[in-house]
């Protein structure tokens, strides 16, 4: 299992190591795409039909950024 500790920080991760219980996110899998949608969370690349994966550095930017506005009400 993956904590938030070890996460990359290069390279592309996918979502079950985003969100939590194993990822630093802690939203769920509609809440995290209907932030996708209205651009909260980072756009995600297409590796292949059902490949689906993130940048390592635009997850770290987004936790940095949540960490240093504090929790919000969204």
Request: charged share 20%; hydrophobic share 40%.
């Amino acid at each position: 299992m993956q904590d938030h500790q070890t996460f990359p920080t290069t390279g592309f991760v996918r979502l079950k190591q985003i969100l939590s219980p194993r990822g630093p996110v802690p939203v769920s899998k509609s809440t995290w795409w209907a932030g996708v949608r209205d651009g909260r969370f980072p756009k995600p690349l297409n590796l292949g039909a059902r490949v689906t994966v993130w940048r390592a550095e635009d997850i770290a930017t987004l936790i940095a950024e949540g960490a240093a506005n504090g929790p919000q009400a969204r």
